[in-house]
């Protein structure tokens, strides 16, 4: 087992977190790579890898319901992909980054040696170890406290049509591969009350109604409407 070296730097850590953990042990194993512990003779159980495994799961179930709830016109599989741009490195590496996770990292030489304090996989793996330490630390409730805190710029980017796929940028980008032709959104239809509205809205190309969504936003709604645009091209 690790020896618990848990001091001054960690204490700094759980207050950037917003965490203060209990069993401060376990925080010191989701910081600890397997490079760290075979350097130390320690065993494979010491790493923070099973941390990672739980802390994976729970991210994945917290950000599912999230989406699941805010998303209620969604179909499962537009859910899934969406899913999957929160759920992935590059989201874990920006939020770690947040904490600057990567400086309280328990490395080997080796891996120190290599720049492993700012590479994406190593420091997305241990965000998702903090998160499975958080869990068994102080329950499902701090663990969904925590994600939806830390990840809530990522989630919002997400639903509102800012994160990897830029379907009205992509839409443009191929319809202008012929000449220059503007699109152009209309909002067809808002339904419901102020603080729960849903926007329909129409893309339009040259007059020729070229594709259809929905959404909570109207940026997100025209993002539905490029996407579905863009697919009926294809």
């Known amino acids: 087992m690790l020896a618990g070296r848990y001091g001054m730097n960690n204490n700094i850590l759980s207050e ?4 203060r953990f209990r069993n401060e042990a376990l925080l010191e194993q989701a910081l600890s790579h397997s490079s760290y512990v075979n350097e130390k003779g320690l065993t494979k159980y ?9 802390g994976d799961a729970m991210l994945e179930g917290f950000v599912s319901s999230e989406l699941y709830n805010r ?3 969604m179909e499962e599989g537009d859910l899934t992909k969406l899913r999957a741009r929160v759920v992935c490195e590059k989201s874990l590496f920006r939020c770690a980054t947040v904490f600057a996770l990567g400086d309280f990292l328990n490395l080997g030489r080796g891996e120190e040696g290599s720049g492993g304090r700012k590479r994406p996989s190593v420091v997305a793996d241990a ?8 869990f068994l630390d102080g329950g499902r409730e701090a663990a969904e406290e925590f994600v939806m805190r830390a990840f809530a ?3 919002d980017e997400a639903v509102a049509g800012l994160a990897e796929d830029d379907y009205k940028s992509k839409l443009q980008e191929t319809v202008q591969a012929g000449g220059h032709v503007s699109i152009n959104y209309k909002v067809e239809k808002e339904e419901g009350p102020d603080h729960d509205k849903v926007f329909h809205v129409s893309a339009y190309s040259q007059g020729v109604r070229i594709g259809f969504g929905t959404g909570k936003s109207k940026k997100q709604a025209e993002q539905s409407a490029a996407r579905n645009a863009l697919e009926s091209m294809m």
Do not use: Q, T
Request: charged share 20%; net charge negative.
């Open 16 to 19: 950037r977190l917003g965490y």
């Open 46 to 54: 010491d790493s923070n890898e099973r941390l990672e495994f739980l």
């Open 71 to 73: 998303l209620p016109f």
């Open 127 to 134: 965000m998702e170890a903090v998160i499975g330490a958080i």
């Open 153 to 155: 710029p990522v989630i």
